[in-house]
């Protein structure tokens, strides 16, 4: 899965593509994805676009032989170039962990923490994960389900009403982050024993973050390398981060299902007008559930 190439075609040609895969579909429910197919190992997708055009993404080893089926001027999409980035320092295989949602009111934390093989490589970069931190919402929300189904993953999920009941009996945010880090650490790391690199993306001093670790009945993954953005040094962590941010919109999706409300990222002035329309429109009861008690926002909100 060593090549990317991306067509813009027309809303017929794209009809004509579905039609020639149709026989190797496979489900994908990300908010942007039309159509998802995986054809020998290529995988194909077409997006879903309100444009007179359509974006198809092929990525695979044979992916521009596939895309020059419909598009002989198809071309191997060239990585982003950035100033910033950075090459991964360490290629071989390992276990790595990110965590999101820690500064979202209204939204829960999750921890992944994801396998990578020495000869992952190609297909993280294939998929943009090289570039984990430039990558949109909107291109999270296409790759990260065949990102899931092809890596091996461990994944946390603290919904706020949990949070809320762990912090009064005398958790904080940053015992709660290790606690789940270590967990999903230690689900991979089972599975894969022999692992001799393991990262984490440092939230916190070394000594801390194991003192945090209180729990006689829970093992302990001990041999950590942490590193402040992590995503940038270690592919594992970068794709912890893809994975992570993914199942972070995929949940805030259920909330706003569930809630027919839009709920809004971080703890600014959205979030506070938001508590407001919720609490009028659920009531006190229902608030409680869905925002991190502990939050000046929620602890100013006029009783």
Not at 37 to 53: C, H, Q, V
Not at 256 to 279: C, H, L, N, Q, W
Request: charged fraction near 30%; charge should be neutral.
């Amino acid at each position: 899965m060593g090549e990317r190439v991306t067509i813009k075609v027309s809303p017929e040609k794209a009809e004509e593509i579905k039609l020639f895969y149709l026989a190797y579909e496979v489900p994908n429910d990300g908010e942007y994805v039309y159509f998802h197919a995986n054809y020998y190992g290529t995988l194909i997708t077409i997006y879903a676009s309100k444009k007179t055009y359509r974006s198809v993404t092929f990525i695979g080893d044979n992916a521009l032989m596939e895309a020059k089926r419909f598009d002989q001027e198809a071309e191997i999409s060239k990585a982003k170039e950035s100033t910033e980035s950075k090459e991964w320092v360490n290629l071989e295989s390992q276990i790595g962990s990110d965590e999101v949602g820690v500064g979202d009111l209204c939204l829960p934390m999750i921890v992944v923490a994801t396998f990578v093989r020495s000869y992952d490589m190609k297909t993280l970069k294939a998929f943009g994960v090289n570039d984990s931190k430039k990558l949109s919402d909107k291109e999270i929300l296409e790759i990260g389900d065949a990102l899931g189904k092809k890596f091996f993953i461990s994944k946390l999920t603290l919904s706020n009403e949990k949070y809320n009941e762990m912090i009064d009996k005398g958790e904080n945010l940053n015992s709660l982050k290790a606690k789940m880090h270590n967990r999903a650490l230690l689900n991979l790391f089972r599975r894969f024993p022999d692992t001799k690199y393991i990262f984490v993306d440092q939230f916190c001093a070394e000594d801390k973050y194991f003192a945090y670790l209180t729990d006689k009945y829970e093992s302990q993954i001990t041999n950590i390398t942490f590193k402040t953005k992590g995503e940038s040094y270690y592919p594992s962590v970068a794709l912890a981060s893809v994975l992570a941010r993914y199942s972070f919109l995929k949940e805030k999706e259920k909330l706003e299902k569930k809630y027919e409300m839009e709920f809004p990222f971080g703890a600014g002035v959205k979030a506070d007008e938001f508590i407001i329309k919720f609490r009028d429109k659920y009531g006190e009861e229902e608030l409680e559930k869905i925002v991190k008690k502990n939050f000046a926002n929620y602890k100013k909100l006029e009783k």
